[in-house]
């Protein structure tokens, strides 16, 4: 019986080398001399970025979004908190990259194939969701029908068999 799985997955070495060019980017940048900022990425979960206000925060975070589109690591993985105040009279922003489906937006993934009346069954493992059909025309409706979804978090679709 064809299969998939659908994962929301982020490649965190291109997460680092965006992170690592930002950081070279902001040691080059003459707005940025003589500030404190700084960028951690400490459990490869959340991103902390640290500089002297808020505009140089915001200004590293475009600088950060544009090195993740370049390298096709997308936006919709990231989750901005808001700019706090820091030690030192610093600001600071924390970004977290999530990595899989958490268990209620897996439920609605399933929810949503199984309301397009295809003729497919949905089930969660852990961090994805398995998709199982008769037609492999079926399943490839199914990635479709969650293209055309533009859900919240980026979707993969991988392990397809026959």
Known sequence: MPSFDV???????????????????VGQRYDFKGSKTEIEFPEKKVVQIVSDDEYKVNAVVEM???????RQVSLKSMEYGKIEPAAGGLAKQTITVHQGLEKDDAKELVKMIKASKLKVQAQVQDAQVRVT???????????QLLKAADYKRPLQYVNMRD
Request: proline share 3%; no cysteine.
């Open 7 to 25: 994962v929301s997955e982020v490649d965190i070495p291109e997460v680092e080398n965006a992170l690592e060019q930002t950081r070279r980017e």
């Open 64 to 70: 950060l979004q544009g090195k993740l589109a370049k």
């Open 133 to 143: 059909g008769k037609k492999r025309d079926d399943l490839q409706d199914v990635i």
